[in-house]
C-alpha cells in the first residue's frame, strides 16, 4: 500500500532563507500531491495541491514542485518568516481516492 | 461562510464511560473523515463516509469505536468502554466533489481534546 514519508526530524531556518521540506512516497503516482499546515491546538489547513502533470505550483512565498519519477515532492518557503512556524503535512489520494497523510516535518523559523 | 464544527472542543471521562463525538460538515460536502491526532504524531485515519457509500471503517481501532453520518450531513463518532490510550484530539474534515466525483481539498475542524482518566 502507498506510504508517505516525510523528514520526522525538525527543521530549524533562519528566518529570511529559504526553507525546503520533503515528501517522498513509495508506491504509485497519485494524480494530485496536497500540502497542508497545522498549528499547535488546532486543525490542518490546506495550502496547496499538484497535479501529475505539473512540474511546479506557486502561491505567494510558497511553492511546490512534484517529481513523478523521484516519486517527490518538494515545498519550499522563500523569505521565510517566524510566522511561518507549524507543521507541514503532505497527503495523497489511495487508489480508493481516501486521503492519505504523511506524519509531517516541523518547522522552526528562528528569528 | 461556516466552515466545519466539532463539539465539544474538549470533553474529559472515565475509563469506561461512553463518549459522542459530533462534526458538523460544510453544507454540500459529500465527503467526510475522521481523524485520530495523539500528542506529537501524525493523522490516524478513522473512518471515511463518501454521499450515500458504504462507509470505509477500515482505520476504525477496535470494535468500541463506531460511526454514523445521518442525512449525508452530520456525523458522529462513539467511543464505547472508553479507555486511556483513547486520550487524543478528534479531528473531522469534509471535502466537496471536484468536477471527475474526485475529493480533493479537505477542510479540517478544530477538533475535539478527549481526554481519558
Redesign the interface.
Known sequence: SQKIEQNSEALNIQEGKTATLTCNYTNYSPAYLQWYRQDPGRGPVFLLLIRENEKEKRKERLKVTFDTTLKQSLFHITASQPADSATYLCALPNRDDKIIFGKGTRLHILP | GAG?SQSPSNKVTEKGKDVELRCDPISGHTAL?W?RQSLG???E?LI?F?GNSAP?KSGLPSDRFSAERTGGSVSTLTIQRTQQEDSAVY?C?S?PDNLAG??????????TRLLVL
Open positions: 466545519v473523515y481523524y504524531q501524525g493523522l485515519f471515511y463518501q470505509d479531528l474534515a471535502s474526485q475529493q480533493e481539498t479537505q477542510y479540517f475542524g478544530p477538533g
